[in-house]
Each structure stands twice: as structure tokens, then as C-alpha cells.
């Protein structure tokens, strides 16, 4: 399969997914985040650590959107520029998870044998700990940096998406067309890679897009318990922290960051779905 | 008896990524304990402190130690404290058992009830509220939940207590009042996967040609749907209450936080800031095991509901 047809292939599981309702309420929620993020500096009507003691626990009204929180810093700006470092960390994370993932899924697949037994062992036995406590014990211990957080979130999130691309490969090695080219002779790596991973791509984008999805969450845990981002820095999960220490005092600075946290994660999560439906051939009727 | 093999197989790597991940942290236990910069410590006094807890063997003999002792029910004592970290898991483990049951049961029921009612009027607009909920339920996660509930009963229209822990026998009407929000947060996010999975099958046993044969005999679609799908479809969406499981311990964590309910979750985020490894790792793999243990379980239940999957011996 030539570069053309898998680019063509893959816009047109974009205008697919587009072609479906929750497809493009999605993808709209998903640019409408991303820009805002991007253009924080220049959107937030306010610097996000600006302090105004005459305003603070101002309701949401007039130029404060979002309303202020406990030390009169405008909650809008804020939610603005925490999105900004979901961005980076669903970016970052997910990549990392993908690269890990797939190197680690695609060995298993082509080697067989052992080797496949050790890395699926292995990914069976980080599975069976639950993602939150693992993400809270090595971020306790490596500390809160940002390029940390996003390396510990990739690699907790690497044995899943191992385990997806494994199976895709192992699904495709069957196919007529690989023992075409194997009889043809053409080198095992030049399969795996020209091939095989091609035809794997839409699997292994919807698993990006959830892994993306779960870095988000995994941050706004983890910054809740104060483990993530540290304030005064804004991230959302440290946001909804403040808000849920002034509960009594203003429902709105839980309120705001909290819905952007849903907006974020449901339409990334529902954006997967979609893809993986496009490409379930049951879908077609 | 192989999938036995396969759950004691997964213990042991478990146990061993964790005590493995655990040591590579940096952070030694001696140094914690004995506090940093602390005058009148000397080297001698370090290494002797290392040899009598055992730290000076190599990684692997320290690992068996660790393992068998854990096995036995020697769990170590804390860092901190230096009680056993026994004592300190059966004064926590009662409130999360209680909250975990709890949660269970409602996340079965409500993912029942709802996926019912999905199968009975399909693509009715209750169908696609429920379609919905189970994909809200995915999506949010559980802190969040917890403060919408926090925010609607404990302020907006305040008809619960929000935060705190009555022990059952004290005093059962306060316990299961102070129960009810964190149990029904954690159910919702254990429901989403079930009711998901519910769904899938309800709607592949629905168009299957037993359902069509029972449409031919003029049954009522309620009827069917009760009688002839409704059981088939359960048998998939078993294993999934196993997979749900280990999400629920980690979601158990943040709601505790969240609710001061006093149990392993609280005394975990408790131990994280003191950086009590010795409790940290009795927990995490407390937790491993308890989700291979459910995990094994349901595999067993699986093959007793449909004697087709029984792997041969």
C-alpha cells in the first residue's frame, strides 16, 4: 500500500466520522478547546494570577465571565489557561503512550514466542493495578514538573495500548495480502512497517484519542489530591481543587472548570467511539 | 485449574513490577526514616539500620521476604508510625468493603434497569437518554461527580450530610445517610462499562433468529425481552462487573478523599504525603490482588453459568 491511498484512506475516516451526528458535535467541542487553549493569551480578558481584592467571590457577571475566586483572580482566564496545560499533556502523554505502545505491541506481534509471552505477562500484571493508584504513588515520588507528569501518564498508559496494537497487527499478519508479500519475499520489517501499520492506523488513532481523554483525567485527579499541578498555576484539576475547598463560598469556581473537564473528556471519548464504529464494517447498514 | 495458573502467574509479576517499581524511586527508606540532615547519625548507624531491616540482602532475596511475609499477613510496619501496617489496614478496611459492596450492587441495578428499559422501546427517546447517561458515565470522572452530587444535595437543596463517617453499629440510619453520596459516586462510574457492555449484547441477542422466532409466535416484545434476551445477554456483561472492579478501587481512593470516609483510600493519600512506602506498597498490591481475586472469580462463575466455556482440562 502506496503513502497516497492510507492518506487518502484517512481523510475519509475524517469526513466519516464527520458524516455522524456525535462525530462532529465532538470534533466542534474538541477545535473549540484546543483554539481556546491556544489563544488563551490573547482570548482571557484578564492575566489568570492577576489579584483583585476588591472583587473577590465575585458571582459570575459583567467582565468577570466565570465570576473571581478566593483571592479575586479572574476564574475565566484561569479555566483559559489551564486548558493550555491539558493541551500539552494530552498531547504529550498520548504521544508517548502511542511511541511506547505500539513499539512494545508491534514486538510482541512480530516475534511471537517468549518474547511475546514476557511483554504480554508484563502488561497483564500492570493492568491488573488500578491506573490511579499507580499515576499517585511514582508522582508522589518523581515529583510535579510538567514534562514529569506527562512522561509518568504516557508510560502508565503504554501497556494498554500495547495490547491494542498487538492485536491489530496479529489481526492483519492472517490476511492473504502479508502472506502474499511474505511468499514475495519482501523482508519481515518492510511488512510490518509498509503493510501492516498502515491498515492499523485508525485503531491506533481512536486508542490515541482516549489516551489523550485519559491523560486529561488522569491530571485532574491527581492535581485534586494535590499531587499534579501546583497552584498558583492553573490547571483544571487544581481549579475544581480550589473550588471544592470554597465550596460554601461560591459555587461557580467548582462549577466553570468542572465543565470544561466533562466537555473535554466526553467528546475525546466520544470522539474514539466514533472512529472505531466508522470502522467496524457492522456499522455500514 | 489453567486459569488458576494464569491468576497466580499475573500475582507473582504483579508483585514483583511493584516491588520493583517501588525501589527504583528515589527516596530511601533509611534516609526517610531516620529523617534528613538529623546530627548524630553516622554512617555506621545507617548501615546497621539497613541490616536490621533487611535492606542490605540483594533486590531479590528482599523481594521473596517481602512477598511471603505479605502472604502470611505480615504486612511490615509503617515508616512512620512504625505500627504494623496490619493493624492499620483492619481499622481502614471495614468502611471501604461497606462503600465498595454498596456501590457494586447499585451499579448493577441501575445498569440493569436501564439497559432494560434501552432493549424495550429501542431507539425511543429513552433509549438515547440512556445512550447518554452511559456515555456521560464514561466520561466523567469520579471527583467530579462527587462534587455535583456535593453541590446539588449538600448545598443547593441540603437533605444529606456531606462529609464523614459513622461506623454501622453506632449508629446504622446516620451511617447509611453519610453512605449515600459517596456510594452512588462510585457506583455511577462502575455502571457506565457494565451498562455499555449490556447494551452491546442486549441489542446482538435482540436480532438474533431465537428472538425472531419468539416475535413469530406473536410473544409481546417486553416479554421477550425479558424472558428470551434478557438472560442471554447477562452472561457477556459478567465479566465486565470483574474489569469494572479494579477502575472502582482506584476511583474508592479520590471518593473517600473527597467524603472523609476513613478507609483504605484515606489512609493511602494519607501515606503518600508522609511518603510512607512501606504502607504505599501493602496497598497497591492489597489492591492487585483483590482485583486478580475478583477477576478469577468471575472467570469461574463464567464457565458455571455456561458450561460451553469450560476450558478442558
Not at chain 1, 157 to 180: F, H, K
Not at chain 2, 38 to 63: C, F, H, S, T
Not at chain 2, 258 to 266: K, L, Q, S, V
Request: hydrophobic share 55%; proline share 6%; aromatic share 10%.
Amino acid at each position: 500500500m502506496s503513502t497516497e491511498t492510507s492518506a487518502l484512506q484517512q481523510s475519509n475516516l475524517l469526513r466519516r466520522v464527520w458524516a455522524k451526528p456525535y462525530g462532529r458535535i465532538s470534533i466542534t467541542f474538541i477545535l473549540l478547546i484546543a483554539l481556546s487553549a491556544l489563544f488563551a493569551d490573547w482570548i482571557a480578558p484578564f492575566d489568570p494570577n492577576e489579584l483583585d481584592t476588591e472583587n473577590i467571590f465575585s458571582r459570575p457577571k459583567g467582565k468577570h465571565y466565570f465570576g473571581t475566586d478566593d483571592l479575586g483572580r479572574d476564574l475565566f482566564s484561569r479555566v483559559l489557561h489551564g486548558g493550555q496545560i491539558a493541551l500539552i499533556m494530552a498531547f504529550a502523554s498520548a504521544a508517548i503512550a502511542m511511541i511506547v505502545g505500539v513499539i512494545w505491541g508491534f514486538i510482541a506481534a512480530q516475534f511471537g514466542g517468549w518474547l511475546d509471552e514476557i511483554l504480554m505477562r508484563t502488561v497483564d500484571a500492570f493492568l491488573a493495578i488500578p491506573i490511579i493508584l499507580l499515576a499517585l504513588i511514582l508522582i508522589a515520588a518523581l515529583g510535579t514538573d510538567i514534562p514529569i507528569l506527562a512522561l509518568v501518564i504516557g508510560l502508565i498508559l503504554a501497556p494498554a495500548t500495547a495490547r491494542i496494537a498487538r492485536s491489530s497487527v496479529l489481526s492483519e499478519l492472517q490476511l492473504d495480502y502479508c502472506n502474499a508479500a511474505t511468499t514475495l519475499g519482501t523482508p519481515r520489517l518492510r511488512i510490518l512497517f509498509r503493510e501492516v501499520m498502515p491498515n492499523t492506523m485508525p485503531v491506533l488513532i481512536a486508542r490515541a484519542v482516549i489516551c489523550a481523554a485519559d491523560t486529561i483525567i488522569i491530571e485532574a485527579s491527581l492535581s485534586f489530591v494535590g499531587l499534579g499541578i501546583n497552584p498558583p498555576q492553573a490547571s483544571w484539576g487544581s481549579l475544581v481543587r480550589t473550588g471544592y475547598e470554597q465550596l460554601f463560598n461560591g459555587y461557580w469556581l467548582v462549577l466553570f472548570p468542572a465543565i470544561f473537564i466533562l466537555l473535554a473528556i466526553w467528546s475525546l471519548n466520544s470522539l474514539g467511539d466514533q472512529i472505531l464504529d466508522v470502522l467496524d464494517p457492522r456499522s455500514e447498514s | 485449574m489453567r486459569r488458576l495458573g494464569t491468576s497466580v502467574t499475573m500475582l507473582f509479576t504483579a508483585s514483583l513490577l511493584i516491588f520493583v517499581v517501588l525501589r527504583v524511586l528515589p527516596g530511601d527508606p533509611v534516609t526517610i526514616l531516620l529523617g534528613p540532615g538529623n546530627r548524630g547519625i553516622g554512617e555506621e548507624d545507617i548501615q546497621e539500620y539497613r541490616a536490621k531491616m533487611g535492606l542490605d540482602k540483594p533486590l531479590l532475596v528482599q523481594y521473596f521476604i517481602w512477598f511471603s511475609n505479605f502472604l502470611r499477613g505480615d504486612m511490615g510496619n509503617s515508616l512512620f508510625s512504625n505500627e504494623p501496617v496490619r493493624n492499620m489496614f483492619s481499622g481502614h478496611i471495614m468502611p471501604t468493603v461497606q462503600l465498595t459492596l454498596a456501590a457494586i450492587v447499585l451499579a448493577i441495578v441501575f445498569a440493569i434497569s436501564l439497559a432494560l428499559v434501552g432493549a424495550i422501546w429501542p431507539r425511543s427517546l429513552v433509549d438515547r437518554v440512556v445512550t447518554f447517561i452511559a456515555s456521560l458515565g464514561m466520561a466523567v470522572p469520579t471527583f467530579i461527580t462527587a462534587i455535583i452530587l456535593l453541590l446539588t444535595f449538600g448545598i443547593f437543596w441540603p437533605i444529606l450530610p456531606t462529609r464523614g463517617y459513622i461506623p454501622f453499629g453506632e449508629d446504622p440510619i446516620g451511617n447509611l445517610k453519610l453512605l449515600t453520596m459517596p456510594a452512588i459516586t462510585l457506583a455511577f462510574a462502575a455502571m457506565a462499562p457494565i451498562l455499555r457492555m449490556l447494551r452491546a449484547s442486549l441489542a446482538e441477542a435482540s436480532s438474533s433468529p431465537w428472538t425472531r422466532t419468539a416475535e413469530g409466535k406473536g410473544l409481546l416484545w417486553n416479554r421477550i425481552v425479558l424472558k428470551h434476551v434478557f438472560p442471554n445477554a447477562l452472561i457477556p456483561s459478567l465479566t465486565f462487573v470483574g474489569i469494572t472492579f479494579g477502575r472502582m478501587l482506584g476511583g474508592a481512593v479520590l471518593i473517600e478523599f473527597i467524603f472523609a470516609w476513613p478507609g483504605i483510600g484515606t489512609m493511602m493519600v494519607d501515606a503518600i504525603f508522609k511518603r510512607d512506602y512501606a504502607v504505599l506498597q501493602a496497598t497497591i498490591l492489597f489492591a492487585a490482588i483483590a482485583s486478580i481475586t475478583v477477576n478469577f472469580i468471575v472467570d469461574l462463575a463464567y464457565g458455571f453459568v455456561d458450561p460451553r466455556l469450560r476450558l478442558k482440562a
